[in-house]
């Protein structure tokens, strides 16, 4: 179960305590995280609100290993990433860490399929086995008849689809999903959040997901508010499971 | 594993409009580069071409050259008695020569330029067997009469066969041309060494140098040996083939040293558009970096793709520059020879290790202009990178 009013070590795959993250702007600063708890479990998926500036971004970011907390701890599978060099940070993103972008952030130049088995060749698997894991994760996207195509030639919902095909496809730890479908119409961003809740309950994915819009939330398991640098927990939606 | 070269093939296929400055300054340095190069190997290898390893040259001791050089007639027949030398029907192969310089008419100019004349003995023609008469005939003994190298028979006025030319207070008959395989031989125009010191109004005794033909190559030492402690003689020996390439050496150093300095101002320019060409690149593929970060891959990584694409963009560069000097290859051109202060005609040699280290010098131009924004790249913080839309 998510929780946000959690104090001392608990069992949680995520445990964050006290995490603060303030950037300076001149001499002004900006205490954008202040304090916040979290828990998230494995399995759980969860849709994180809050206005525009609250400070989203920044969490997932410093979740992801993207970058590192002002002050406070992150714990993931025991893992304490707030004290890993940034050298081990990468390799622990490569491990832990699926990424899912508003714009998809595929590389231009590379077909879905090299996009898809980039994490791949951060791994040990041999080529066929990487050829494997790629048509896999490609078909569980729905997106495998659109291998050799370049992201330039793939609708907005594809581009998504690879997009997620490719944080999925190592297999890692949990997902971070920043504003999936705020760049997608309203038919492909329910497609998308279907295809997001399926990862969830059939897979048994841990999602984290940050987005403005209410019905893509409403998937979630739980929604928490970002407000003034701590997270509220909102009505919760649905029982997860 | 590395971040796939696709990635920087395709990158640099589908952005090339952006390479092209430094792809074409990179060749037109290598060009440059390589050209020079050819120039100093090819004024070498002529005059390296012009020595035998089985002839010693015997000068005055101290004469730099052979224009410096003075010998008796008694000493050259001392030295011809040496047991080293190869010894024909007509006595030791030996060419006592004298050398003048006389100005002539450049067909293709019209102006003058001084060409190396060298009286030498009959049997010149059985002392340096590289040598041979390609129409007309040798000269005879006591005539004035001269035979030319090929390339003074193409480049000068006047030296058609059967035709008459006159220097040194004489007139002389051509009489044959000579071919002496890409020598300075070919340069060069020859006659009997005792007319010449007629002509010239020279002591008849007196000549400057004297070539003689070893019994073996491998003989060397023990004629040096002899003639150097003879007390008649004060004479230093050399092989040929050394004399030749010390006399090559001042010019070649030359071209080189300048071709390097022009190298590596052309360098610094083309270090400089490959510099912009990796930052621009970096700049505009921020968003794809920081991804490639965020999934996972090492600094390490994003530094060795971009300094890769850095050095395929050099590569073909270098390529560029390489072909584009290939037709330079066996083109004739003249330099001063400084040791003779005659004009020497010689041929650019584009050889492979020529271009080999042309392509590597691209190669250094592309890491040097790769280096700094693949470290930038491999710097820009992912966060803030991501967010930039
Ligand atoms: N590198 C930075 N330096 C200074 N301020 C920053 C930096 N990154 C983010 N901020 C500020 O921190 C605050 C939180 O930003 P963040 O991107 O986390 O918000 P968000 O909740 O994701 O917003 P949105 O819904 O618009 O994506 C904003 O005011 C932003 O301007
Ligand atoms: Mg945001």
């Known amino acids: ?241 | 594993m590395p971040i796939p070269i696709t990635y920087n093939l395709r990158s640099l296929r589908v952005r090339w409009t952006s390479s092209i400055v430094a792809v074409l300054g990179i060749a037109g340095t290598v060009g440059v580069f390589v050209a020079m190069l050819a120039l100093a190997q090819g004024f070498k290898a002529t005059l390296v071409s012009s020595g035998s390893s089985q002839n010693a040259i015997i000068r005055r001791a101290g004469a730099t050259s052979e224009m410096e050089s003075v010998l008796t007639r008694d000493s050259i027949r001392v030295i011809q008695d040496a047991s080293a030398i190869e010894r024909a029907s007509a006595g030791p192969l030996g060419s006592p020569e004298v050398v003048v310089i006389a100005p002539f008419p450049l067909r293709r100019t019209g102006t003058d330029a001084n060409v190396q004349i060298r009286g030498v003995s009959p049997l010149a023609l059985k002392v340096r067997s590289n040598i041979r008469i390609i129409a007309g005939r040798f000269f005879q003994s006591g005539m004035n009469e001269l035979v030319v190298g090929r390339n003074v028979a193409l480049s000068y006025s006047g030296f058609d066969l059967g035709g008459t030319v006159r220097f040194g207070g004489g007139t002389w008959t051509v009489v044959g041309v000579f071919n002496g395989e890409g020598s300075a031989f070919d340069s060069e125009v020859w006659c009997d060494a005792n007319v010449l010191n007629q002509v010239y109004q020279r002591p008849p005794n007196l000549f400057q140098s004297v070539t003689v033909r070893l019994a073996s190559p491998g003989q060397f030492r023990e004629l040096k040996d002899a003639l150097t402690s003879d007390p008649r003689l004060n004479v230093q020996v050399d092989r040929e083939i050394e004399y030749y390439e010390k006399q090559s050496r001042q010019l070649t150093t030359l071209i080189t040293v300048l071709g390097a300095i022009v190298a590596v101002v052309m360098g610094i320019g083309a270090v400089f558009g490959a510099l912009n060409t990796m930052y621009s690149a970096v700049v505009e593929r921020s968003r794809e970096i920081a991804t490639m970060r965020a999934i996972g891959f090492a600094t390490g990584s994003v530094v060795a793709s971009f300094i890769i694409e850095a050095l395929c963009i050099a590569f073909v560069g270098g390529i560029l520059g390489c072909i584009a000097v290939l037709p330079l290859n066996r083109l004739t051109t003249g330099a001063m020879n400084w040791q003779t202060f005659s004009y020497l005609a010689f041929a650019f040699r584009v050889t492979p290790p020529l271009l080999i280290a042309g392509l590597l010098f691209a190669l250094l131009m592309g890491l040097i202009g790769g280096v700094p924004p693949a470290i930038r790249a491999a710097r820009a913080p992912v966060a803030s990178a991501l967010r930039e839309l």
């Open chain 1, 1 to 241: 179960m998510v929780s946000v009013d959690v104090q001392g070590s608990s069992n949680a795959l995520i445990q964050v305590r006290s995490l603060e993250k303030t950037y300076h702007r001149g001499s002004e600063e900006l205490h954008v995280l202040q304090r916040l708890d979290l828990d998230v479990e494995a399995g759980d998926f969860v849709a994180f609100m809050g206005p525009s500036g609250s400070g989203k971004s920044t969490l997932l970011n410093l979740l992801g290993g993207l970058d590192t907390p002002t002050s406070g701890s992150i714990k993931v599978a025991g893992d304490e990433i707030t004290r890993l060099s940034a050298g081990e940070l990468t390799q622990w993103r490569a491990r832990h860490v699926g990424f899912v972008f508003q714009m998809y952030n595929l590389i231009p130049v590379l077909t879905a399929y090299q996009n898809v088995e980039l994490p791949l060749l951060l791994t040990s698997l041999s080529r066929s086995e990487r050829r494997r894991h790629v048509e896999a994760a490609m078909a569980l996207v729905g997106v495998a008849d659109r291998m050799q195509h370049y992201p330039g030639q793939l609708s907005g919902g594809q581009g998504q689809r690879v997009g997620i095909a490719r944080a999925l496809v190592a297999d890692p730890t949990f997902l971070l999903c920043d504003e999936p479908t705020g760049d997608l119409d309203r038919k492909s961003a329910d497609e998308i959040m279907d295809l997001i809740t399926r990862l969830s309950e059939e897979q048994g994915k841990t999602v984290l997901l940050v987005t403005h819009d209410p019905l893509a939330a409403q998937r979630a398991g739980a929604v928490l508010h970002l407000e003034k640098g701590v997270l509220v927990e909102a009505a919760i939606a649905r029982t997860a499971g």
